[in-house]
């Protein structure tokens, strides 16, 4: 169900594994924060930090509040708000593949049942690389800790998996363990603001839904670009690539939303069931076609706002001779009465022109023009614009007549834009997922259905592309909008991707 102000939160325990990683610093403990400070958090919480170093809980805290001060939406902490939050937090050091390291957490977490005289949720969270995920879930069934169904929780970052196969046994794997009620795979684009957004434009409106399929609607672009390179993630990045690091979870659940049939209510299940059938309508792609529907891309050097950046190939801890790809664009069919003959164009990128991710529907042209020929007064055919980052809007684009004596035609936006309200206003993904994860609702989870489902859907692409490497590459120069043959891919259908010039381009 939809979450509302009036719910109950059970006292609840979090154990982060992973606490001293990025992960933590930047996205998991500001948006804890944030919550604390919107008294969305329990009255009785614990957030217990752990990985390998040694601190004492004063360092750790400081380290985060650091984190905080950087990397919050509401920028640096107030003394007295933080000391508060912080009392909250503990650290404790800890070897992930001892189970003894396991058995302190039991005592940890028994003293303060004990002291808050009630049960508490307890929750996990993996923020750990994902071959540590499965060890993490043993030692816990191996140790003391109770894996209570009701208030165990599992959190588990992504890549999950780097293939069907991997993706698969990680399933079976966990699901050993625990059951999938208590299993939280994180795709935290199902968490940002515009997004959930869909679902309500399109479910909560009478108008949409006659409107929201083969008869109205020419094709579909879900882009996510980004300005940024690797970073210093090039040791993960060199071993997934694009494919897996954005297509395989987060446009691929972007293109779920769009398409996915109404579910029958906010259930958790229900939701994911639709989306899940998305997933599986979406046609196969016979090896011998994936150069027709998809392209590749890896970047080269170049200039990004007056500063010289690096080839992906001269990234630290990337291979001199990689043949990663740092851009893909690809084209789907979705084999259902819905959506047939409709396609769905998907790209992502790396060092790009800018960053910014949005979803765009593209009307058809009137049936019949019953303006002048004049090409400047042809009825340009309606797009419905969602634009999920760095600007936050949903526009409909119609055609209206300018003002004044001559029937002349003009393209204008009806926009909800947020009453002005930019990322910074609005909750982070991360937010909304951890309330989520501590109030126990899975809507915006991955099932692990739905994770083998999406993996189904690009093997073809992945396993074509490992078999044949690019001889071309890098094929981009840095602020680029990518290779020329995306371009190409979009043109032989006769469209082009659209880029959408915005308020606050800079990074995200
Ligand atoms: C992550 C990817 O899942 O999403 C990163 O691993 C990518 O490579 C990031 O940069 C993009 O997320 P956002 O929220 O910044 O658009």
Redesign the pocket.
Known sequence: MPRTSDITIHPTVLIIFGANGDLTKRKIIPALYNLFLEKRLPEKFAIIGTSRTKFSDEKYRDSLLEGINEFSRKGKAKEEEWAEFSSHISYQAADINNVDSYNEFYSKIKTLQEEWKQNASVLYYCAVSPDLFCTIAENISKSKLENDKDRTRIIIE?PFGRDLESAKALNANLLTIFNEQQIYRID??LG?EVVQNVMAFRFANTIMEPLWNRTYIEHVQIS?T?Q?G?EN?GSY?DNAGILR??IQ??LLQLLCIVAMEPPVNFDADLVRDRKVEVLKAIRKIAPGMIDNIAVRGQYGSGWVEGKEVSGYREESDVSADSNTETYAAMKFHIDNWRWQGVPFYLRTG?RLFE?A?HIIVQFREVPHNIFSNDERNLPKANRLIISI?PDMAIRFQLESKTPGLEMTLNTVNMTFDYSGKTKTDSPE?YETLLLDVISGDQTLFMRADQVEAAWEVVMPILDYWENNKMTNFPNYPANSWGPENAEALIAKDGFHWINLPHKNKSK?
């Open positions: 992504k935290h684009y940002k996510v980004e940024i690797v993630r990045f690091d954005m979870n987060h790396k960053s991710s980052q993904a995200q």
